[in-house]
């Protein structure tokens, strides 16, 4: 089902999405300052072309005093902006029956594009916890 998710959702957005997270992140490493925002938005992007079956996890327990002021000068030079793209298009894709599961992984994009650093993108199942003693 995830498959046939991530190719609507591909289709219907994700292609111009993460587009647009690659272009940001180029445009990012090409200055050396913003680097870290450049590989983050790199990563976002492959979150975005095909969000189903993985999820955001934090990378580290307590972020960094770095990592925090990273993600407020991200939230407000771009997060906001990104993250008010991300609410239209889920308030458009939900117009739709079939829309709705892409509107709802829409707004799961929301929070990692609003603080980006100190966080990493894994596969949904890998957070199962493991029973094997």
Known sequence: MKTLLNLIWFVFGGFVLALGYFLAGI????LVVTIPWGIASFRIGTYALWPFGRTVVD????????????????????????????V???????????????????????????????????????????YSH
């Open 27 to 30: 445009v990012c490493c090409l």
């Open 59 to 86: 990378r580290h327990e307590r972020p960094g005093v770095a990592t925090e002021l990273g993600n407020i000068i991200w939230l407000l030079v771009a997060g906001i902006w990104i993250a008010i793209g991300h």
């Open 88 to 130: 239209a298009t889920a308030i458009a894709m939900a117009a739709t029956i079939v829309g709705i599961p892409l509107a709802i992984a829409n707004i799961k994009l929301i929070p990692v594009s609003l603080f980006p650093l100190g966080k990493r993108i894994v596969r949904s199942n890998s957070l199962l916890p493991s």
